[in-house]
């Protein structure tokens, strides 16, 4: 069976003034997907789980000077994801789109919540020209096996 996947992205292109840690706003699917939101800027999880969160972001390839950095912010805890590389070699190995791949356990009683943020240091504003982050649900709902009851999956 295959994992559903939703995926947030953003709206359009985005400018990100330099030196500045920037919140990228996303776009929630139509339809909606319930147990995963998107609200007050955040990616939700309404229910427990084990999901994989794919972090996509397309700088501008032809904007060389710097760094760019990616995460995924996880309020009162470490990101899930968190890349910085010098725009420079991000253009020659990927055409300046970072990609970043995690997972873990999710829900209202854990990481309920989590927002994408990007930086860089050129001296200019830079464009973002896409960004999104796919949930991919690998058990859910999430039950802890306990003695009798088998290994997890």
């Given at each position: 069976?295959?994992?559903?996947?939703?995926?947030?992205?953003?709206?359009?292109?985005?400018?990100?003034?330099?030196?500045?840690?920037?919140?990228?706003?996303?776009?929630?699917?139509?339809?909606?997907?319930?147990?995963?939101?998107?609200?007050?800027?955040?990616?939700?999880?309404?229910?427990?789980?084990?999901?994989?969160?794919?972090?996509?972001?397309?700088?501008?390839?032809?904007?060389?000077?710097?760094?760019?950095?990616?995460?995924?912010?996880?309020?009162?805890?470490?990101?899930?994801?968190?890349?910085?590389?010098?725009?420079?070699?991000?253009?020659?190995?990927?055409?300046?789109?970072?990609?970043?791949?995690?997972?873990?356990?999710?829900?209202?009683?854990?990481?309920?919540?989590?927002?994408?943020?990007?930086?860089?240091?050129?001296g200019h504003v830079v464009e973002l020209q896409t960004a999104s982050i796919t949930v991919r649900e690998l058990?859910?709902?999430?039950?802890?096996?306990?003695?009798?009851?088998?290994?997890?999956?």
């Open positions: 069976m295959l994992a559903r996947e939703i995926t947030f992205r953003t709206a359009g292109a985005l400018a990100v003034v330099s030196d500045r840690l920037t919140s990228v706003p996303l776009t929630p699917p139509i339809p909606g997907a319930g147990d995963v939101d998107y609200v007050d800027d955040a990616v939700v999880f309404r229910s427990e789980g084990w999901y994989e969160i794919l972090l996509a972001v397309q700088w501008d390839p032809e904007a060389r000077r710097g760094t760019r950095f990616s995460h995924t912010a996880v309020p009162g805890q470490q990101p899930l994801h968190s890349e910085a590389i010098s725009a420079a070699v991000l253009a020659d190995i990927s055409s300046g789109k970072q990609l970043l791949r995690g997972n873990t356990l999710f829900g209202p009683e854990r990481t309920a919540s989590l927002t994408l943020e990007v930086w860089q240091d050129s058990a859910v709902p999430w039950h802890v096996a306990g003695p009798s009851s088998g290994p997890l999956p």
